[in-house]
């Protein structure tokens, strides 16, 4: 079957790094999402992995490792606002999206 | 970005009626329309693909006379939750692409309709 797992809850602080890994097992690749989605809210774009490597975007950094069947979203300099769960998706050879369960993220001051 | 428009936002019914949610793509041709599911602290759920002026593609467990998905146009698609029974009670958000955006990945999302059946 097609699994796709990231840690249920973590915590940070205001102003510090913290990653959150993915790992998939999908029939097929064609790419990697990360999203945010804030309570009660649809969930927002973050990323796209479709080769190896780190992707950066401003605060937000997404690394694709696909022999390894992982990734990781990077945040750095968190911010309150940024309290919110993050969902890993995959893409499979059907096109079809595979979504995980996501991580919610506390940050603490 | 694209923007993508789901109405209402919140709906109460009693238990038997119909609700009818609506999903609008403001700025470009939806050729296809994703309906997803979200019970609490759980990841969304593809219940049904639409593509315009076709016949939905539900997934596996998902009645298809139950959540009614009609996608006339280009720019609208509505689900609607027949006889709806308090276990539908759920968070439903759909999701619009175009060729383009859909060879991008990125997918846009409308706000979402939180539906409690009493």
């Known amino acids: 079957g097609q699994n796709i797992d990231q840690p249920t809850e973590m915590t940070a602080t205001e102003g510090a790094i913290v990653q959150i890994n993915c790992t998939y097992q999908?029939?097929?690749?064609?790419?990697l999402f990360w999203y945010q989605q804030h309570a009660g809210e649809a969930p927002t774009f973050l990323s796209y992995?479709?080769l190896d490597g780190l992707e950066e975007k401003g605060r937000f950094s997404s690394f694709l490792s696909r022999s390894k069947g992982y990734s990781y979203l990077l945040l750095k300099e968190l911010q309150m606002k940024d309290s919110a769960s993050y969902l890993c998706a995959v893409r499979d050879s059907n096109y079809q999206l595979i979504w995980g369960a996501g991580t919610k993220l506390i940050i603490k001051p | 970005g694209a923007v993508v428009s789901q109405h209402p936002s919140r709906v109460i019914c009693k238990s038997g009626t119909s609700v009818k949610i609506e999903c609008r793509s403001l700025?470009?041709?939806?050729?296809?329309m994703f309906w997803y599911r979200q019970f609490p602290k759980q990841s969304l759920m593809l219940m049904a693909t639409s593509n315009e002026g076709s016949k939905a593609t539900y997934e596996q467990g998902v009645e298809k006379d139950k959540f009614l998905i009609n996608h006339a146009s280009l720019t609208l698609s509505t689900l609607t939750v027949t006889s709806a029974h308090p276990e539908d009670s759920s968070f439903y958000i759909c999701?619009?692409?175009?060729?383009?955006?859909?060879?991008?990945?990125?997918?846009?999302f409308g706000e979402g309709s939180r539906l409690t059946v009493l």
């Open positions: 700025d470009f041709q939806a050729t296809t």
């Open positions: 999908t029939s097929g690749f064609n790419g």
């Open positions: 992995n479709v």
């Open positions: 999701s619009a692409s175009d060729r383009v955006v859909y060879s991008t990945g990125e997918l846009f």
